[in-house]
């Protein structure tokens, strides 16, 4: 069961937070601190013992994530954060995120280690400005807990994909214990959320919407390092990808589409990863109901159609997804669930152009 309309998002997302962090909203924003806390938290570079403490903190977290050592790692939360009630939905997810990673067994490396230095707020939130090179750098929403923070991002070599893990710490004594831990997507063939953004840019100019909001849907996936903070980089392909969506051009993509004799309604489009791929999504209303081999049909016929209008999308992903909804779900109120049927199909082959500005990224 579908919601009609809605987006096909595919990022695991794990923030084990303490009461005090309830405030905070899947996008990052948080409720305002109390007026009477007083906060003093930097984001600045850590004296070379610390560092070293963090990514050999960050490092542990992601082979015992890696190795399924699900115990260890509940007991290496942050007491702040543990809270026995949610033991079961943490296990959980963290089961899902060591699917994600699979059984590489190259080191990751660490790609960035941010350090805030807080002090006051015991149980305030605190929203701290990391800077960071180009669309690196980041706002990270924490409860301040009177404890220095930590965020280090570790990168793991996969194909297709190579992985981001990033690895929420807080000061816990002489130690550094989890405060949260997100795995997604970092790279796509070889090119991250930069590359793709440089390429929707390039769509833009040439008037293939379509096309940029696809990439832009998968820029944002790469570009995604949890709930509770957000890169630069996040931030700048989620505002093309409003201006993409809210665009005259792109709306024109949408509503009717007349092929073979027969009116097709076009919902939307998405992006899906699999454990092995990335593919489009094409939301449609079928004319003829949800019967296998109408929907193969049409699935050969949308393809097609797919294929000439928009040439550029089988470069970028190796197969597209139709996923049809009924004409009598198509008429239910906004927002409802419905069934919805998916039929794959598969580009042929093709040879992706360069992404404009950048060389390909090995993993």
Known sequence: MRRLGTAVLSTLLLCACGRGDSGASAGGEAAPAKATAKIDATCQEPAPEVREALETAAVETFERLRAGQLDALWSSIHPQARQEGQREAFTSALASMQRRLGSGADAPSVTSVHFVDISGGASALARVRCEGDEGEGLTLITNAGDEDVAVVVLRSAGTPFSYATTV????????????????????????????????????????????????????????????????????????????????????????????????????????????????????????????????????????????????????????????????????????????????????????????????????
Do not use: C
Request: net charge negative.
């Open 168 to 363: 929420q710490l807080r000061r816990h004594g002489k130690t550094w214990k989890v405060l949260g831990v997100h795995v997604g997507l970092d790279t796509y063939r070889g090119r991250d959320a930069a590359d793709y953004e440089r390429l929707a840019d390039a769509y833009v100019k040439q008037q293939r919407t379509v096309e940029a909001y696809l990439v832009l849907t998968l820029a944002e996936q790469l570009a995604n390092r949890g709930g509770s903070l957000k890169l630069d980089r996040a931030l700048s392909v989620a505002d093309k990808l409003r201006a993409v969506a809210d665009s005259r051009e792109y709306q024109q993509q949408l509503g009717v589409w007349d092929v073979g004799g027969r009116d097709y309604d076009i919902e939307g489009f998405s992006v899906t990863a699999t454990q092995s791929d990335l593919s489009a999504v094409v939301r449609y209303v079928t004319p003829t109901g949800l019967i296998q081999e109408a929907l193969d049909q049409e699935a050969d016929a949308l393809l097609a159609h797919l294929q000439m209008q928009h040439p550029e999308i089988g470069k970028r992903f190796d197969a597209v997804v139709f996923e049809a909804y009924d004409s009598t779900a198509a008429a239910a109120k906004p927002g409802s669930e419905v069934q919805a049927f998916r039929t794959p199909r598969v580009f042929p082959e093709q040879v992706a152009e360069p992404v404009p500005g950048k060389t390909s990224r090995p993993g």
